[in-house]
């Protein structure tokens, strides 16, 4: 009995052991299951992190978000940025045929097609006549901007001067697609058996729901820089489940925001294996414009003056996030944010009771809406008091499911609602733009003609100072002037990982970590 | 016998059209999108997606089309996972889920006769008390507990087990017996109950009057009676765990069809959650009927045809 017992133990213990696929040098925790790694349809950061490892654009970012040639082996432009010429390097797919300037125009023909339907066509919006072509307004693809001089000349005019439009190249909208397997496979030309990738991994199997099996691509252009041969990418939707995976040696990395456990985050945030930073993302309140009581500017100041941000941090984040005042996250070189409204109580008061509420009495009935997670419910809890101690006003707290909160959104269903905004590319327009009259993400019912006019002359403003001025003065009506937002603060990126054993994965501003930067110090 | 079931299969066609089409219209009269996010789709696109996806034009014609398809042995398509059929998606994680049951099913029925039989020989014993007190516990807590504090305990502090993951012997045991624990606490309840009323026949008296050894008593004459109620109870107890894994799955991160017969209604994925129901259904259709088929079987005082 105890022999068999023994047995038993010795058993489990050698299973345990292969509890890791022994071929496999590097397993990671991605976040949610993927919903398409095809660029003309993928969304989310866990399916950008998978396309980006399989395919490369023109350009691409290293592990600090710099920014680092890809397919392009050098670009230029012309004095006003309005026409890019990219030289392409000599390159081949995984199935050896060469990547072309045709598959970039292609590609992006393909993503501009109306019936296409890609979610982020708007990012392509930066080159001549795309939004035409997309909107269905201009039929000839010939017309856009985009043409291919030689088989490795690419040459993008651009609607305005864009000077960050080689960091927009980066973005995952912009790699490009074997087109002969779109042609030939239609939708599912992105399954392992089908793919042809460019980029410095291959899939090798998509195993539903579970994982991910990343190949070294040995025709990847520089795949002496890339270390590690095999990786495993998690697909993993629970936080405790991701931690106990990282702590018992399943995964090697947690990249993904939001699989820390916030109960935890006391005690995590001490370890060294810890790893926070500041990225292009911000949380925020919208506040209804369309309708009474938010309508009306100096109640929306007085409900921003009485967030008290520091305290949001301190109190329910914990994981060193910078508290909010505007909307532009800090660290774009060359943009000196807005002021915005702080943290001020008795300037609070002041601008309800000029609203019409002196201390709040008889302020109507107002509800703050949310989606449902445990974040959000925390800080909606801690602002209902600050708004009720500060203001005197009674906020009833909405929660919605997901798709029940969008659809509220949509209809300006709300009179404050949470929200947030995760940027696509290193420039402050990225997020400026959301607030443009008529935008799909404007969401608050704002309209400014003078916000709208600053941010149309900036796009045709060649000199980057001048730019980034006017950009600065659009956003100062946004969030200290007009208020329909109140920022609160810029997520945190939190990622997992023994620095020590670890190389060539940083905290940036993109929130991108390229697989093929990442190497294990103590191996070849 | 056929008959029978036949006739238990045609009562259930009216159910399931119900079910199937009550799924697709609350799900279709739900509020939000099956594409809502945080960045906005733009109305064109929303309006081509729906398009191919056929929920487009009226609900009359969506419940039409998607009718149509069910007719062909089309699920349809997952509206999240793109280029995913919901077929596929069952295919891949059905048979995890499957395995998770079985597992926690087998495990069940076996703490049930074995615990159940030992409570009831030792009947009003400390032993009993204890079977007693354990089955209880096992009863009262629920999955989301016991499965952190056995990973706590098995995998984080004695390192033995994997804290999650699926494929390997190794990886199904916590789950297995996290589902399968509170089940078997129940069935060792129903077996005492049903073990102590036989060790009280007359025919038990007399087999032991006859010098049939105590064992032999228990597991050759009372266990197959006892048993029946542990039976009639096994369709539904396998329904149960099939229904009831997706706690289970998630925190052991098993990629079975569980967190898609919830995910899938967060998301508004009408085609996902049709074919979950459609499977859900179709197991507790079967599994019901196999129990009532052996219960009948088995005892012969029931008679179904």
């Known amino acids: 009995m105890t022999r068999g017992l023994s047995l038993l133990l010795a058993a489990l213990l050698l299973g345990s052991c292969s509890y890791r696929p022994a071929d496999v040098d590097f397993i990671f925790i991605n976040g949610p299951e993927p919903q398409s790694i095809d660029p003309a349809i993928l969304t989310g950061q866990p399916d950008g992190r998978i396309a980006s490892s399989v395919f490369e654009g023109l350009t691409t970012h290293n592990s600090r978000g710099q920014l680092i040639p890809g397919m392009a082996e050098s670009w230029?432009?012309?004095?006003?940025?309005?026409?890019?010429?990219?030289?392409?390097?000599?390159?081949?797919?995984?199935?050896g045929e060469k990547v072309t300037a045709t598959d970039f125009v292609g590609s992006w023909q393909r993503i501009l097609e109306p019936a296409t339907a890609s979610p982020y066509?708007?990012?392509?919006?930066?080159?001549?006549?795309?939004?035409?072509?997309?909107?269905?307004?201009?039929?000839?693809?010939?017309?856009?901007?985009v043409q291919a001089l030689d088989?490795?000349?690419?040459?993008?005019?651009?609607?305005?001067?864009?000077?960050?439009?080689?960091?927009?190249?980066?973005?995952?909208?912009?790699?490009?697609?074997?087109?002969?397997?779109?042609?030939?496979?239609?939708?599912?030309?992105?399954?392992?058996?089908?793919?042809?990738?460019?980029?410095?991994?291959?899939?090798?199997?998509?195993?539903?729901?579970?994982?991910?099996?990343?190949?070294?691509?040995?025709?990847?252009?520089?795949?002496?820089?890339?270390?590690?041969?095999?990786?495993?990418?998690?697909?993993?939707?629970?936080?405790?489940?991701?931690?106990?995976?990282?702590?018992?040696?399943?995964?090697?990395?947690?990249?993904?925001?939001?699989?820390?456990?916030?109960?935890?985050?006391?005690?995590?945030?001490?370890?060294?294996?810890?790893?926070?930073?500041?990225?292009?993302?911000?949380?925020?309140?919208?506040?209804?414009?369309?309708?009474?009581?938010?309508?009306?500017?100096?109640?929306?100041?007085?409900?921003?003056?009485?967030?008290?941000?520091?305290?949001?941090?301190?109190?329910?984040?914990?994981?060193?996030?910078?508290?909010?005042?505007?909307?532009?996250?800090?660290?774009?070189?060359?943009?000196?944010?807005?002021?915005?409204?702080?943290?001020?109580?008795?300037?609070?008061?002041?601008?309800?009771a000029e609203g019409g509420y002196p201390s709040g009495q008889n302020f109507p009935h107002v509800e703050l809406l949310y989606n449902k997670t445990d974040l959000n419910e925390q800080v909606a809890v801690e602002i209902q008091t600050l708004w009720r101690e500060v203001l005197g006003v009674p906020v009833e707290l909405k929660?919605?499911?997901?798709?029940?909160?969008?659809?509220?959104?949509?209809?300006?269903?709300y009179d404050i609602a949470r929200s947030s905004w995760v940027g696509d590319y290193p420039d402050p327009l990225t997020f400026l733009d959301c607030f443009v009259?008529?935008?799909?993400?404007?969401?608050?019912?704002?309209?400014?003609?003078?916000?709208?006019?600053?941010?149309?002359?900036?796009?045709?403003?060649?000199?980057?100072?001048?730019?980034?001025?006017?950009?600065?003065?659009?956003?100062?009506?946004?969030?200290?002037?007009?208020?329909?937002?109140?920022?609160?603060?810029?997520?945190?990126?939190?990622?997992?990982?023994?620095?020590?054993?670890?190389?060539?994965?940083?905290?940036?501003?993109?929130?991108?970590?390229?697989?093929?930067?990442?190497?294990?110090?103590?191996?070849? | 016998m056929l008959s029978f079931i036949l006739k238990r299969l045609l009562l259930t066609l009216p159910v399931f059209f119900i079910v199937v089409s009550g799924t697709f219209l609350l799900m279709r009269l739900a509020p939000g999108s099956p594409f809502g996010a945080e960045r906005k789709l733009s109305p064109e696109n929303e309006a081509r997606l729906q398009q191919r996806f056929h929920i487009d034009g009226t609900l009359g014609q969506q419940f039409a089309a998607y009718w149509k398809s069910l007719g062909r042995g089309d699920l349809g398509d997952s509206l999240k996972y793109r280029n995913r059929t919901v077929s596929e998606i069952i295919g891949q994680t059905l048979p995890n889920s499957a395995l998770l049951g079985l597992g926690a099913l087998l495990l069940a029925l076996g703490i049930g006769v074995v615990a159940g039989s030992y409570s009831a020989v030792h009947h009003n014993t400390a032993r009993d008390r204890v079977t007693l007190l354990l089955a209880l516990a096992g009863i009262c807590l629920p999955s989301f507990?016991?499965?952190?504090?056995?990973?706590?305990?098995?995998?984080?502090?004695?390192?033995?087990?994997?804290?999650?993951?699926?494929?390997?012997?190794?990886?199904?045991?916590?789950?297995?017996?996290?589902?399968?624990?509170?089940?078997?606490?129940?069935?060792?309840r129903l077996v005492r109950t049903s073990m102590l009323d036989v060790?009280?026949?007359?025919?038990?008296?007399?087999?032991?009057?006859?010098?049939?050894?105590?064992?032999?008593?228990?597991?050759?004459?009372?266990?197959?009676?006892?048993?029946?109620?542990?039976?009639?109870?096994?369709?539904?107890?396998?329904?149960?765990?099939?229904?009831?894994?997706?706690?289970?799955?998630?925190?052991?991160?098993?990629?079975?069809?569980?967190?898609?017969f919830v995910n899938a209604v967060i998301n508004r994925d009408v085609f996902l959650v049709g074919g979950c129901v459609i499977v859900y259904f179709t197991l507790l259709v079967f599994l019901n009927l196999l129990g009532d088929i052996l219960m009948a079987l088995l005892d012969r005082r029931i008679r179904l045809w």
């Open chain 1, 76 to 95: 230029k432009h012309d004095s006003n940025h309005l026409v890019y010429t990219f030289h392409l390097r000599d390159a081949s797919w995984s199935n």
């Open chain 1, 121 to 145: 066509a708007e990012l392509l919006f930066f080159i001549k006549n795309a939004e035409e072509y997309q909107k269905g307004r201009l039929k000839d693809f010939s017309k856009v901007g």
């Open chain 1, 151 to 352: 088989a490795r000349t690419l040459r993008v005019e651009l609607k305005n001067p864009t000077p960050f439009f080689p960091d927009v190249a980066a973005t995952t909208t912009y790699l490009p697609a074997h087109l002969p397997s779109v042609a030939r496979y239609g939708e599912s030309w992105t399954r392992p058996e089908y793919i042809v990738g460019n980029g410095p991994y291959l899939l090798k199997a998509w195993k539903f729901n579970d994982r991910i099996e990343l190949e070294r691509n040995e025709r990847y252009w520089r795949k002496e820089q890339v270390r590690l041969r095999r990786i495993d990418a998690l697909s993993v939707t629970q936080s405790n489940t991701a931690l106990n995976l990282y702590l018992t040696g399943q995964a090697d990395l947690i990249i993904d925001k939001s699989l820390v456990p916030p109960v935890l985050i006391d005690k995590l945030r001490t370890r060294t294996d810890f790893h926070a930073f500041t990225f292009l993302a911000n949380y925020f309140y919208r506040f209804n414009v369309a309708r009474p009581p938010f309508n009306n500017l100096k109640i929306r100041q007085a409900f921003s003056a009485a967030i008290d941000r520091q305290r949001i941090v301190n109190k329910i984040t914990k994981a060193g996030e910078l508290p909010a005042t505007c909307f532009v996250p800090p660290g774009l070189p060359g943009y000196l944010a807005s002021g915005g409204i702080d943290y001020n109580p008795s300037q609070a008061r002041q601008w309800l």
């Open chain 1, 399 to 413: 929660r919605q499911e997901w798709a029940t909160y969008f659809k509220s959104l949509d209809d300006l269903d």
């Open chain 1, 437 to 524: 009259t008529g935008r799909g993400n404007n969401r608050t019912g704002w309209s400014n003609a003078a916000y709208d006019r600053i941010l149309e002359q900036s796009s045709r403003e060649t000199d980057p100072a001048r730019r980034m001025a006017a950009l600065h003065q659009a956003e100062d009506i946004l969030v200290a002037q007009e208020c329909p937002i109140a920022p609160i603060y810029f997520f945190a990126g939190i990622l997992f990982y023994d620095g020590k054993r670890l190389g060539g994965i940083d905290g940036n501003l993109l929130d991108e970590h390229p697989l093929r930067e990442i190497y294990w110090k103590d191996r070849n």
């Open chain 2, 145 to 188: 507990v016991l499965a952190p504090l056995l990973i706590l305990l098995l995998a984080l502090l004695i390192p033995l087990l994997p804290a999650a993951g699926w494929g390997t012997p190794g990886h199904y045991i916590l789950p297995m017996l996290c589902l399968g624990l509170p089940y078997g606490a129940y069935c060792t």
């Open chain 2, 199 to 260: 060790l009280n026949q007359d025919y038990i008296r007399t087999a032991r009057a006859k010098g049939v050894s105590e064992p032999s008593v228990v597991f050759r004459h009372a266990l197959r009676v006892a048993c029946l109620p542990l039976i009639s109870y096994a369709g539904p107890l396998a329904a149960n765990i099939l229904t009831g894994s997706m706690i289970v799955e998630a925190i052991f991160k098993i990629p079975g069809l569980g967190a898609f």
